[in-house]
T-cell receptor
């Protein structure tokens, strides 16, 4: 079955760029998403990319997709302490309707 | 900005009891979902609902679970005879086109 993997933890200094990585196994992904979860809160959609795109930029966020390597990344420029949260990547598959398959989440800690 | 609303935010129930988790999706959305996140584990898909019926469900969504859209606004998840392992954060989501928007979640604690 499909599997989505992320590293558990990332620590950066305020003002630096953060890069959160995600790998997936199923090549029939249609859309790939990044969600943010702050402590005690729900899942906030940050951005998404269609599987036939390589890159998407949205203000401080840049999503890169390498479909050959099945690798997705989220770059946050000028990381702020308010960016500290858990970041989840997720995918929808061609043959699985609209259900999302999530990675385990990467906890981003931003140090002042 | 429209949002998905879930109630209650926290529910404590005794093992064996039935619980109903409530969600108000975004009003013009057509697809509705329930996901759960057991503490320390991945967010897992439970069920999707479209056109007043279940469109997909996972292996987790067995006979203990049911969903309903009793009126034009609410979308509920019922868990019959709760077990300790049902303790989790339950998220409702709704989707118009591409993007699924999630509620804040209901933390269910079964004691």
């Amino acid at each position: 079955g499909e599997d989505v993997e992320q590293s558990l933890f990332l620590s950066v200094r305020e003002g630096d760029s953060s890069v959160i990585n995600c790998t997936y196994t199923d090549s029939s992904s249609t859309y790939l998403y990044w969600y943010k979860q702050e402590p005690g809160a729900g899942l906030q959609l940050l951005t998404y990319i269609f599987s036939n795109m390589d890159m998407k930029q949205d203000q401080r966020l840049t999503v890169l997709l390498n479909k050959k390597d099945k690798h997705l990344s989220l770059r946050i420029a000028d990381t702020q302490t308010g960016d500290s949260a858990i970041y989840f990547c997720a995918e929808t598959l061609n043959n699985a309707g609209n259900m999302l398959t999530f990675g385990g989440g990467t906890r981003l800690m931003v140090k002042p | 900005e429209p949002e998905v609303t879930q109630t209650p935010s926290h529910q404590v129930t005794q093992m064996g009891q039935e619980v109903i988790l409530r969600c108000v999706p975004i009003s013009n959305h057509l697809y509705f979902y329930w996901y759960r996140q057991i503490l320390g584990q991945k967010v897992e898909f439970l069920v999707s609902f479209y056109n007043n019926e279940i469109s997909e469900k996972s292996e987790i969504f067995d006979d203990q679970f049911s969903v309903e859209r009793p009126d034009g606004s609410n979308f509920t998840l019922k868990i019959r005879s709760t077990k300790l392992e049902d303790s989790a954060m339950y998220f409702c989501a709704s989707q118009g086109n591409t993007e699924a928007f999630f509620g804040q979640g209901t933390r269910l604690t079964v004691v």
